[in-house]
């Protein structure tokens, strides 16, 4: 996918949210167990019901890989559910992958070719030759680690690189590899004080926003500095919409969830025209 065409279901939407896919088999309906893949079950209901206010989703693959081939099946079952019936939806490995290149090139096949992603996550730790074969794929987006939302992000994320924060570098250099126009970064929601300085870095890139609902982030700050003229922010949430209710009604209260968000965020757009 174009990020012109992400841009233009945002447009369509009033929406820049992604739903977090990260099915947990002791967190969904007791009912779904008795189905033969109840992730995938779990998935394509809250997909079918969501999908009117995200743009984008997002199964983080740990949730997968932790049932081994029958959980790697449901990915599979569940990125061919979206390609073929929301084709339009922007759709992200989040696997945190990175290596060295002869390895990142294997990995870069199976997520965009063979399963279909539209973007991978990526770790920036091995550095240049390590992202620059997911880079290689047209159309398709490597979604770079910068600011994290988690506590370890002050590890070696905000730490002094010279005259500069670690995360500030990796930006920066990120900027000069090959097909860069393809990168895409990830700074968590917790982190919004952060954005500003972040937009003078790279004022244009999709910045992939995770931390809302379950982590305690706050839409509205993010959005303060995080915004650009082509909107330029996914903002995901996982756990705070789909285990909105473990009952029959877990769709309905998913969908609940997600357009109570993709109205704020409406109103956030209409706010800033
Ligand atoms: O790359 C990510 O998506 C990610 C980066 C980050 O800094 N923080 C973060 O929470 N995530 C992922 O985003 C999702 C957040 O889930 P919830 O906290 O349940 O909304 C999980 O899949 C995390 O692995």
Known sequence: MTTENL????????????????VDLDKIPEFLLKEEDPIFSFNKAIIDATHPYAVAYKPNTAFYEAYGLKGWKSLEKT?????????????IADAKRGDIGNTSSRYAKAFFKDLGFDSVTVAPYMGKDSIEPFLAFENKHTIL?????????????????????????????????SNSENLMYVVGATKAEYFAEIRKIIPNSFILVPGIGAQGGNLKEVCKYGLTDNVGLLVNSSRGI???????????????????????????????R
């Not at 841009?7 to 990260?22: A, H």
């Not at 994290?148 to 930006?171: C, H, I, M, P, R």
């Not at 029959?248 to 109103?267: P, W």
């Open 145 to 177: 680690l910068a600011l994290t939302s988690n506590g370890g992000a002050f590890d070696f994320q905000t730490k002094l690189t010279g005259e500069e924060e670690l995360y500030k570098l990796v930006l920066k250099t990120s900027k000069e590899w």
């Open 7 to 22: 841009i233009s279901e945002i447009r369509k939407k009033q929406s820049f949210l992604c739903v977090g896919l990260d």
């Open 242 to 272: 789909i285990y909105a209710s473990n009952n029959t009604d877990f769709a309905e209260a998913a969908a609940v969830e997600a357009k109570n968000i993709q109205l704020e965020m409406k109103a956030i757009l209409d706010g800033v």
């Open 79 to 91: 990125i061919k559910y979206l390609n073929e019936n929301y084709p339009q939806i922007f759709t």
